[in-house]
């Protein structure tokens, strides 16, 4: 059984994992140099690099973790673009600072998460159907639903995720902060006030909606031809 998931993989994702390995290496000597050697340097910014770039060598150790646990391989597509998602956000969101350069960087990756959880949850179900053969005669309108309340859920426990690293280590992760969007802060930063603090929060379960809503639309068309297909040929 263990045959039939060993696949090579493309080289646009062999290329990318090696690029993304080893820049964030050589990232992780620098910041480990840096917080060694220079008395006078940021040592909090350093350690927060640090346990960003680790965490993007944990997300590049996943898809190796689950082949040989679960006997499972991440379509390639999808391992490309989950390494690719985290990088974008641990890499050049928080480590070069994209979220404090590039105002709609945070909205552009909470809409990709949208997408990314909801085409994950259409792939769980077609791995069920062709290894379990289990039969897709749910509604396709039902099965939609659940994929995007799934997303939302995902994206709601991430907020929460985000409130509690804020609140435990005043960071700036859900951009409460009106003078700064990045994640780490000064002390001269001012907050957000009332209304305008629920602002980034809203935004992003609303972003995580529209990504997950556009895959489930697209998924329910092809699951109904399915379906449909299927019943012609009996």
């Known amino acids: 059984m ?3 998931f060993k696949e090579k993989k493309p080289y646009y994702l062999i290329i990318a994992r090696k690029i993304i390995f080893w820049l964030v290496m050589l990232m992780l000597l620098i910041a480990v140099f840096l917080l060694l050697t220079r008395k006078n340097a940021n040592k909090g910014r350093l350690i927060f690099t640090m346990v960003q770039l680790i965490a993007m060598l944990f997300v590049l150790r996943i898809p190796k973790f689950i082949q040989d646990k679960y006997h499972f391989t991440i379509p390639n597509l999808l391992d490309f673009v989950l390494i690719t ?3 974008s956000g641990f890499i050049l969101g928080d480590v070069l600072n994209f979220y404090g350069k590039i105002p709609y960087w945070d909205s552009i990756l909470h809409t990709f998460s949208g997408i990314v959880i909801a085409y994950v949850g259409f792939i769980v179900i077609e791995y069920l159907d062709k290894e ?3 039969p897709l005669s749910v509604s396709p309108l039902f099965m939609s639903v659940i994929v995007v309340s799934v997303a939302l859920a995902i994206g709601a ?3 929460i995720g985000e409130y509690t690293v804020d609140d435990i280590f005043h960071t700036n992760n859900q951009q409460y902060m009106q003078s700064t969007r990045a994640t780490l ?3 001269d930063d001012i907050p957000l006030q009332g209304h305008a603090a629920l602002d980034d929060t809203m935004k992003d379960l609303m972003l995580d909606l529209a990504g997950a809503i556009v895959v489930a639309t697209i998924e329910y068309k092809k699951i109904e031809r399915k379906q449909k297909k299927a019943l ?3």
């Open 157 to 159: 426990v991430w907020e």
């Open 185 to 187: 802060y000064d002390e």
């Open 232 to 234: 012609l040929n009996k």
């Open 85 to 87: 998602f985290a990088f």
């Open 132 to 134: 379990y053969t289990i």
């Open 2 to 4: 263990k045959e039939k």
